[in-house]
């Protein structure tokens, strides 16, 4: 442990383990954005990391670091040592902009990271933040590829014509030259297939379900965060007991059930069911934050000669606006989401949500883009919506975490 504090101990192993995540990475990157071959190499990446993470630990001029390395990275493309490997179809253009790429991405994160540390014995800070600097680069890294790389092939492929992907079904970069044409996979879904229609239908059954869990779930957290009565702990404790029951286990029961009311294939069916998968879980997360919300509020207001009515939506409901968009977004992406119950309880084309219409697609009868754009069009809404109103679930979420 003592020599792995020692500066260039340090900066070395950081510089080679980095030199092969950004070998790795620039290699997907380009494979992807081109659908040519590039792969890390391995003698290459051992030496430029290690010249790297020293260099970062002794060169102090940032200019002269940072073209230093570059042009090295670029030298060593000619050399059986190169950080990366290219196929023989990869022109020269390429290959600059991989190591250029290399090159940038390796050194200037690792001077970052070893900002702290210096030649000689580290101080126990120096050696935590150069190693917490790298794993947190690291994990930036780890975190951007599982969200990005799959909605990234998922794009690409909805853009391509069937003889692309017949040709090479691993070639993910963007044909331009064939212009509007790359959004022949959208046009047939919204012309062909009635998406247009799938949207409509999860739109509205998502904002139904969030009305009836509000209207429901509003009045049952206030009354087991304020109000007195028997069995109130027991009931508060066992709201989420529902999910203890996984859901296809309740499929059967609930297929009967509809089958013999007439409530399969039934939109009022599904608004019927949904709010009963999330009743619960809106219920606990309320619950939590009306307890939060200071109790001297609600008592002047009952002082004043309101109700218990009249306090709840002139005092509580207006303090509580932030939970309740929270709430409501979590709710709506967990209906407009929903698959299962919609598969089991939809037979009819012209009323089936946007997750049963993705469904349909996948046949072999249909080509694989349609598909592919298919997701895109159901995640798009979700992920404007979450994005646009994230800062708001941020604060209902942590907003009843601690006792006013």
């Known amino acids: 442990m003592h020599m792995l504090r020692e500066g260039h101990v340090t900066a070395g192993l950081i510089g080679i383990v980095w030199a092969f995540v950004m070998a790795i990475t620039v290699s997907v990157t380009l494979s992807f954005a081109s659908g040519l071959g590039f792969r890390p190499g391995g003698i290459g990446c051992l030496i430029l990391g290690l010249s790297g993470g020293l260099a970062a630990l002794y060169v102090r001029d940032r200019l002269v670091l940072f073209a230093g390395f570059v042009l090295v990275a670029v030298a060593l493309l000619f050399t059986p040592v190169t950080p990366l490997v290219f196929g023989e179809d990869v022109p020269m253009q390429w290959r600059l902009a991989a190591a250029i790429s290399f090159g940038v991405f390796s050194i200037w994160p690792l001077k970052v990271m070893l900002v702290e540390a210096h030649p000689g014995t580290l101080t126990r800070h120096a050696f935590e933040d150069a190693v917490i600097r790298f794993l947190t680069g690291f994990g930036y890294i780890i975190f951007t590829a599982i969200v990005l790389i799959p909605f990234y092939v998922m794009v690409m492929t909805s853009l391509k014509s069937q003889q692309a992907l017949l040709r090479n079904p691993l070639d993910f970069s963007i044909e331009l030259s064939r212009g509007w044409d790359l959004f022949t996979s959208y046009t047939e879904l919204f012309g062909q297939f009635g998406f247009g229609s799938y949207l409509w239908t999860s739109f509205y059954v998502s904002v139904l379900t969030v009305l009836i869990t509000l209207a429901f779930s ?13 069995g109130r702990a027991a009931f508060s404790r066992s709201i989420l007991l529902i999910y203890m029951v996984p859901m ?3 499929a059967l029961p609930i297929y009967i ?43 002047a207001g009952l002082m004043d000669g309101l109700s218990r009515l009249q306090v709840i939506l002139k005092i509580t409901l207006p303090l509580s606006l932030p939970a309740m968009v929270s709430v409501s977004l979590y709710v709506f992406m967990i209906a407009w989401n929903e698959f299962l119950l919609a598969f089991m309880l939809l037979d009819d084309p012209s009323i089936f949500t946007l997750t049963r219409g993705v469904a349909m697609l996948n046949s072999s009868e249909i080509p694989r883009q349609h598909l592919m754009a298919g997701a895109v069009i159901a995640t798009i809404p979700i992920m404007a919506l979450f994005l646009g109103l994230e800062r708001f679930m941020t604060k209902g979420l942590t907003a009843g975490s601690v006792k006013g």
């Open 248 to 250: 296809i286990v309740l």
């Open 257 to 299: 059930a509809f089958s013999m009311t007439g409530l399969r294939n039934t939109i009022p069916g599904l608004i019927l069911i949904y709010p009963v998968t999330t009743i619960p879980v809106a219920l606990y997360m309320l619950q939590g934050y009306f307890r939060g919300l200071p109790v001297e509020v609600e008592e």
């Open 218 to 230: 509003v009045p049952g957290a206030y009354a087991v965060a304020r109000l007195r009565f028997k």
